[in-house]
């Protein structure tokens, strides 16, 4: 086992947004909303949805390559894979399993993180713990979520809102400062079904009943759920940056979970945070729960947001109530994203099963597929 190491840093960081677009006209024709609603109440104008040869397994695999490419490090340097996820390819096996073979790494160890929308940082705090401990050398992390399949496209709370994608770092033991500097996790379970996905688990098996019920999409109490993430996130990102032994003041980023514009709003508005600090891409990719805050991290950074010395907070919220926050140091060269040109789809493969394969893909976004590419109007 290698030595105990005082730090942790990012090398890497890659993402990966499938190419289909819905946009919130699509929308308008399929459930009773529109355009205006949309943006007011959300500040989204679209999202990207995962191709039916697409899945969790296979995004995470993109953004995960690209973030070793970034780091300058080949597959078979990670020593563990985290996927952070609520959408994982199947409940067993793992989805990190399957990235690991789809990435070509032969020794890494692979597991999967239930935190919701929370599941990246976590994920991000279990790697530092075991890169801190000396187990692990370097970690990818990544959020990935394929939410278009566990989304009701006939109801407009929750329709609007979702979106698919994947984001990856690495993060790799360094004895230079810099890095990781505090971290924060929550969970209120007291908020534990206000978003909730019910059937195919132990307590509501998936049956004809589930399922004509809808049980195996999304359910979420929008208000409720609202009123706790602008209170959880405010706390969570002030115990993080105390705990880095720093003020608010001193924080040059916010990387916040994209859920909602007005969230984000809530936020620097309790903390008295300017929003000229704080990322949003909600607009583009909409609520991508895990993969959320690497898919901005990522989109920060190549957009210049993000220098070498600046000092970041990653906060989510998600389904649990899980929440956690970030303060880091980020200490890599924004340039090295460029080794990552070039990577894409075509680079990874996620080895099948031996069933029949079937369509994955939301029958009621089929026509999105199509080059007609018009949404039928709602009955
Ligand atoms: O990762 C965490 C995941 N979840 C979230 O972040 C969600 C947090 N919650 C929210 O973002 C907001 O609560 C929503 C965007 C979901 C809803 O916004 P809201 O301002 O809380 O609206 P509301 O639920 O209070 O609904 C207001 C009205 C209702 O109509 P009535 O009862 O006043 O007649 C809704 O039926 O808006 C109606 N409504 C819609 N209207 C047009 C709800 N969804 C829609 C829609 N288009 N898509």
């Known amino acids: 086992m290698a030595r105990p190491v005082s730090g942790a840093r990012v090398t890497g960081w890659g993402s990966y947004a499938p190419s289909l677009v819905l946009t919130n006209a699509d929308l308008e024709r399929m459930v ?12 989204i104008r679209e999202r990207r949805i995962a191709g039916p040869d697409e899945t969790t397994g296979s995004m995470a695999a993109v953004a995960g390559l690209r973030a070793i490419a970034t780091a300058g490090l080949a597959p078979d340097d990670i020593d563990l894979i985290i996927v952070g996820t609520l959408t994982p390819d199947y409940p067993m096996p793992s989805t990190a399993a399957l990235v690991k073979a789809a990435i070509g790494n032969k020794h890494a160890a692979a597991m999967d993180l239930a935190a919701a929308c929370s599941g990246f940082v976590y994920g991000y705090a279990t790697a530092n713990a075991f890169v801190a401990s000396g187990m692990a050398k370097h970690v990818l992390v990544i959020g990935a979520e394929t939410l278009s399949r566990v989304t009701d496209f006939s109801d407009r709370g929750t329709c609007i809102l979702f979106g698919d994608g994947a984001g990856a770092i690495v993060l790799s033991a360094s004895d230079e400062p810099g890095g990781t500097m505090g971290i924060e996790l929550t969970t209120e379970p007291a908020g534990a079904y206000y978003i909730w996905l019910p059937a195919g688990g132990a307590a509501r098996p998936a049956s004809d009943v589930t399922l004509a019920t809808h049980e195996h999409y999304m359910k979420m109490k929008g208000a409720e759920t609202f009123r706790m993430a602008v209170r959880t996130l405010g706390s969570t990102s002030l115990a993080s940056v105390r705990s880095a032994g720093l003020q608010l003041s001193d924080i040059d980023l916010v990387v916040p979970h994209q859920a909602n514009v007005r969230i984000i709003e809530g936020l620097a508005k309790s903390l008295d945070f300017p929003m000229e600090r704080i990322f949003v891409n909600v607009g583009c990719y909409g609520n991508t729960s895990a993969a959320s ?9 190549a957009t210049g947001r993000v220098k070498q010395g600046d000092r970041l907070l990653l906060v ?4 649990g109530v899980t929440s956690g926050a970030i303060t880091l140091q980020w ?5 090295a994203g460029e080794r990552a040109a070039g990577i894409g789809p075509s680079d990874v493969t996620i080895r099948p099963g031996y069933l029949e394969p079937v369509n994955p893909f939301p029958a009621a976004l089929e026509w999105l597929r199509s080059d007609a590419g018009t949404a039928p109007a709602a009955e």
Do not use: Y
């Open 32 to 43: 009773e909303t529109n355009d205006e609603w949309i943006v007011s109440r959300t500040g």
């Open 293 to 301: 805050v690497p898919l901005a991290l990522a989109e920060a950074v």
């Open 316 to 319: 989510a919220f998600g389904a």
């Open 331 to 335: 200490t890599a060269d924004p340039a």
